[in-house]
């Protein structure tokens, strides 16, 4: 595909229309400007500008226009395309100012009159078509011809390469995606997640007589487990989001257990969460950081994690006191993973803002 468009970005059609409409306008234009002017009176002949020999020049205009932009932008964009240096712009262009110096003759030559008309207080004077005025007029179209066809295709390369780069940036991101889902999947195939499972409700089953508090830990770690390993726990790419908050619930309580219920974390759930569904892994990860980095300890400022439903909007906050003493080690991979995670699910439909101060 992209072989094909160094060869011909603009087809001719195209190009066609785009001169045709072009010259429409300009002519339309005109028009407009012959008939108010004072300049021409009310005398003005319009059936000498309106004649076959005229429609005949406009035409062979729009034709030699469009054929011209059509090799010309195609030429110098591929010349772009391809990065090569400025000499290499210079065969084109030369042949284009060959090619428009022939075409100046032959419109100068089909040309009714020779001369250009002027007229100045009611009083009409003409002026001959000198050699320095021809050279004047054809330099001028020279430049605007080649320089227009430069400056479209340079843009279109532009406009292209933007496109390419933005692909190239959503299939790495996609490829990294499979990668961590693969080693994930990597990871899965190491445990046997029935074996798991059978293993830890027989230890669930043996703590029961001896610790509730025990048996309550093995429990809630089933579960977590249950959900992390699960082959269904997303349909589509999604999960429902009440087992992704239930997920988040049995993750504090497993940590609450840790510290014997001395963290101090509030999580609130507002509106209708039934129905909705959510990219699975992702909630757990902020929560998880906050974990990792928050003082969990502290009485005035607690883990607020709050997440609300509103129509077809969901809004999940999390904030945390960073803890003093040594930072541990952090590669940012998972921020970074769950913006790249959201992005090929939601396109623009979503925001994750971060704001990293000095003690929150």
Sequence with gaps: AIKMMTKKRYSFWKVFWVVLGVNLFFTLLGFIALSVSPMYGKDFNWSKLLTWHYLFSQLLSIAFSAGFYFFTVNGYYKLFFERKPASDFIKPSVIAVVVLAAYFVLAYYLAVSKKISLSINDAKYEQPMTPGLMLF?????????????????????LR????????????????????????????????????????LNFLYAKSLPYSSELSEGILTLSDIMRYALSEGNAKDGKAPLKD????????????????????????????VVNGATTIPFVLITLVENAFKHGDLKSTEHPIDINLSIDHSRVYFYCRNKKKNGPKELSTGIGLDNIQKR???????????????????
């Design 137 to 157: 007029a054809y330099a001028i179209s020279t430049a605007f011809y080649i320089g227009m066809a430069l400056l479209v295709a340079y843009l279109t390369h």
């Design 160 to 199: 292209d390469e933007r496109k390419q780069r933005k692909i190239l940036e959503a299939q790495k991101m996609q490829l990294e995606v499979e990668k961590s889902q693969a080693n994930f999947n990597f990871l899965k195939a190491q445990i046997n997640p029935h074996f798991l499972h059978n293993t």
């Design 244 to 271: 992704e908050i239930e997920h988040v619930r049995n993750v504090i309580k497993i940590n609450q257990l840790r510290f014997n219920n001395n963290l101090n974390v509030n999580f609130n759930v507002e509106g």
């Design 342 to 360: 959201l992005e090929l699910a939601y396109g623009k439909d979503y925001s994750l803002n971060v704001k990293d101060q000095a003690d929150f």
